[in-house]
Structures are given as C-alpha cells and as structure tokens.
C-alpha cells in the first residue's frame, strides 16, 4: 500500500503580506532596516515562486550590496544578519506576538521563510496550569518532495 503525503497550504498572499506589516509596525519587532530589507525580500521571492533563487549570493548582492565578487566564505554578512533576524522573529514572537494567526519564520539552514497559521485550540484545553492561553500550531509550510 502507497503512503501518500499531505500536503498542508500556506496562507494566501494577501494574509502573508498583512502579517508582515503587523510585525513591522510593532514596537517590539527589533531589526536594523537591512535585516528588514533580507525579510522582505525572501518573502516577496517566495511568494513570487522563486525560493530557488534565495541564495546566500543572491541575498548578499540584491539585499546587501555586495559586488559580482561575493564570497560568503569571506564575507558572512548573509549568515550573521540572517541569524540576528531569526532571534528577532522570535523574540517578537514571544511578546507581541505571541497571539498572531500568522507565524512567519526563517528556519536554520535555509534562508526561504515558511509560514504557519496558528488556531486556538478548543476553550476547555487552551488553559494550562498557568492560566495563560496556549495556541495550537497548524504547519501550513509547503513540503518538499
């Protein structure tokens, strides 16, 4: 017997793209504008069905500025503001939007975003024993066959 996938959606468009300016305009969203221009960028090429154009050098030298040149051996500008932009996301996460339908990370490894929608789960189940809401995650990210 064939096992077959399930292929879980992403969000439309138009959701992404709200989300994206709900954590640029928080206050406790904390990215220098290169880390905001890397961000937008992958999203935009992503959402564009280019993710296979979302390389270290692509990034280095459309988002960063850097010439035909480029080496990320020698230049890791890629990696650290990628790095310091996934803490970003996260800490935003935990504060301002620790409630947010939209969840849009960077996962290590990769610099293509995925994007989760995050549902609450049935009322009776949603208090833990600390009294603080728990959303269910819904992995909506597309898989890769």
Same mark, same amino acid.
């Given at each position: 017997?064939?096992?077959?996938?399930?292929?879980?959606?992403? $969000?439309?468009?138009?959701?992404?793209? /709200?989300? +994206?300016?709900?954590? !640029?305009?928080?206050?406790?969203?904390? &990215?220098?504008?290169?880390?905001?221009?890397?961000?937008?960028?992958?999203?935009?090429?992503?959402?564009?069905?280019?993710?296979?154009?979302?390389?270290?050098?692509?990034?280095?030298?459309?988002?960063?500025?850097?010439?035909?040149?480029?080496?990320?051996?020698?230049? $890791?500008?890629?990696?650290?503001?990628? /790095?310091? +932009?996934?803490?970003? !996301?996260?800490?935003?996460?935990?504060? &301002?939007?620790?409630?947010?339908?939209?969840?849009?990370?960077?996962?290590?490894?990769?610099?293509?975003?995925?994007?989760?929608?995050?549902?609450?789960?049935?009322?009776?189940?949603?208090?833990?024993?600390?009294?603080?809401?728990?959303?269910?995650?819904?992995?909506?990210?597309?898989?890769?066959?």
């Amino acid at each position: 017997m064939k096992k077959i996938k399930s292929l879980k959606l992403s $969000p439309p468009s138009h959701e992404i793209y /709200s989300q +994206l300016d709900h954590i !640029l305009g928080s206050p406790d969203f904390h &990215a220098s504008p290169n880390q905001i221009a890397f961000l937008k960028f992958v999203i935009d090429q992503t959402l564009s069905g280019k993710t296979c154009e979302i390389k270290g050098y692509t990034v280095a030298t459309r988002v960063f500025g850097r010439g035909p040149e480029f080496d990320q051996r020698v230049d $890791p500008i890629v990696s650290l503001q990628a /790095s310091r +932009l996934r803490v970003a !996301l996260e800490q935003y996460y935990l504060t &301002a939007g620790k409630y947010d339908s939209i969840r849009i990370d960077i996962p290590k490894g990769t610099y293509v975003p995925t994007f989760d929608r995050i549902r609450d789960i049935k009322p009776e189940r949603r208090f833990q024993n600390d009294g603080v809401v728990k959303p269910e995650k819904i992995s909506t990210s597309p898989i890769l066959l």
